[in-house]
């Protein structure tokens, strides 16, 4: 599965929206109708929801947002351990700057490419970051310890 770029790009493709709707729907409902913020305090509290969102699922939720956990995936550093909160921010600041009309939208479909030709985004590469499915997790040394104690 490492290299089909397509399956894995299309993966994480369905698993940001899964993401982006699960959020998008109750803050924007909430901050329009029942705050009545305006439309452009609505749109910038959201991408900030959305980074905050990233940030704290991927790391207290073993690497993955609510999309993620769905389509199997998971982030990690480039080493497959656990990315440092500071990647982890940067990387989910830089993805909901994909939001901002025009220019984050031609940023994004950049990166949305390079998912599908070198098999990375934009805020992947900021952040220090890959997205595995998690059957490619490699087992922590101890792990290892644990299989061969039981054995």
């Not at 959201?46 to 389509?71: C, D, H, P, S, W």
């Not at 982890?88 to 009309?101: F, T, W």
């Not at 805020?123 to 299989?147: C, S, Y």
Request: glycine share 8%; aromatic share 10%.
């Amino acid at each position: 599965m490492r290299d089909h770029k397509a399956v894995r790009g299309a993966m994480r493709l369905m698993c940001a929206l899964v993401d982006y709707l699960l959020l998008m729907l109750p803050v924007q409902l909430v901050l329009l109708f029942w705050i009545e913020a305006n439309t452009l305090s609505a749109d910038f509290l959201f991408r900030l929801l959305f980074a905050v969102y990233g940030v704290l699922l991927i790391e207290y939720n073993q690497g993955a947002t609510l999309g993620k956990m769905l389509g199997r995936l998971k982030v990690v550093d480039k080493s497959g351990g656990k990315p440092t909160l500071l990647y982890v921010g940067l990387r989910e600041l830089i993805r909901s700057m994909y939001l901002i009309p025009v220019v984050g939208w031609a940023v994004g479909l950049i990166s949305a490419v390079l998912l599908f030709v070198r098999g990375t985004t934009l805020h992947d590469m900021a952040g220090n970051t890959q997205v595995i499915f998690r059957w490619e997790e490699k087992p922590t040394d101890a792990e290892l310890e644990g299989r061969h104690e039981s054995r």
